[in-house]
């Protein structure tokens, strides 16, 4: 069957240092992977999207990377702030017709000042 | 400000009554989503239409139903409501640009059924 894994325990770290997020898949063939944002009682926000010919992909502090043999992408926040706490979500295409986004669970991340 | 908009943001049930759950975005996009979000199961799909006057199940589609109004509008309808469809229901949409933008969501509706 088809999964998309996410760390679900919280990822502590000190602020200024780089978080570091995986997202694992199987029994996909995505021609794109996507992360999100999640605040408490918010939706979800679109942060970054990377395409399966693209390795690595930056905005900001934020950067991406996808690695289609290992079938995992990994989402860094370098120099991190307290305002960077949130749950971060990993979503993938399984039409790859943009219908049918599946997302993983989310890992929360806390940034301590 | 441009986005989606939900209505209501919150609403408690009793088990049986109907409701329906509205969505509006003024982004022009053709695609229109919408997902449950439930502790530990993340968010699912429920239903979506791709374009105006077309709609399709998601992957949790029982117990609901969908109209897609206008290109605008994509309303969520519970016909009898149960316990067990006590979660958030977020709506998203979609740019045709895929490979470029990923889903603006609303803000969500915390639906209660007791």
């Known amino acids: 069957s088809q999964k998309i894994e996410q760390n679900s325990e919280a990822l502590n770290i000190q602020e200024g240092k780089t978080a570091t997020l995986t997202c694992n898949y199987t029994n996909y063939s995505p021609a794109y992977l996507q992360w999100y944002r999640q605040d408490p009682g918010r939706g979800p926000v679109f942060l970054l999207l990377?395409?399966?010919?693209?390795k690595e992909k930056r905005k900001e502090r934020l950067k991406v990377t996808f690695d289609t043999t290992l079938k995992q992408s990994l989402f860094h926040i370098t120099a991190s702030q307290p305002a960077d706490s949130a749950t971060y979500l990993c979503?993938?295409?399984?039409?790859?017709?943009?219908?049918?986004?599946?997302f993983g669970g989310g890992t929360r991340l806390m940034v301590k000042p | 400000n441009a986005g989606v908009t939900q209505t209501p943001k919150f609403q408690v049930l009793k088990t049986g009554q109907s409701m329906t759950l509205q969505c509006a975005q003024d982004?022009?996009?053709?695609?229109m989503y919408w997902y449950r979000q439930d502790p530990g199961m993340g968010l699912r799909l429920i239903y979506y239409s791709a374009s105006e006057g077309t709609t399709d199940k998601g992957e949790v589609p029982n117990g609901y139903n969908v109209s897609r109004l206008n290109k605008r509008e994509f309303s969520l309808r519970l016909e009898s409501a149960a316990p067990s469809q006590t979660s958030v229901y977020f709506c998203?949409?979609?740019?045709?640009?895929?490979?470029?933008?990923?889903?603006?969501f609303g803000s969500g509706t915390r639906l209660t059924v007791v």
């Open positions: 990377i395409r399966e010919n693209e």
């Open positions: 998203a949409s979609r740019t045709p640009d895929k490979y470029s933008y990923g889903y603006t």
């Open positions: 979503a993938l295409d399984e039409s790859n017709a943009g219908n049918m986004l599946t």
């Open positions: 982004m022009n996009h053709n695609s």
